[in-house]
């Protein structure tokens, strides 16, 4: 099992890290129209909102209510992960949203 540096929160360090070996369930894509309005939002508080609430309800679809939250919380959080790629490239959406519920088992299951 790989050490955690203290400093990362526990599970994220490698979140939007390519992983091409893991198949991961295909995530919806949020509806062109929302997805075209962000184009007019530049201060990125807002901008993760807006994106926040358009990948909720496709990660819900995906993934059930359990996770949800703290998935799509994990992924506008994280620096590396790219806010237009995930509400315009599905297999991206589904990748890393894929990895974010893979840490947040592997981290229940740490916790039993």
Known sequence: MKSQNKDQK??????????????????????????????????????????????YPCIQQAYGNDFVGKITGMLLDEKVVNLDLLVSDQKYLSQIAGQAKNMLEAQQKQQQ
């Open 10 to 55: 526990p599970g994220v360090q490698n979140l939007g890290q390519a992983s091409p070996a893991q198949n991961f369930v295909q995530v919806p894509l949020p509806a062109a129209q929302q997805v075209q309005a962000l184009a007019a939002i530049s201060d990125i508080q807002e901008k993760k909102q807006c994106v926040g609430n358009m990948i």
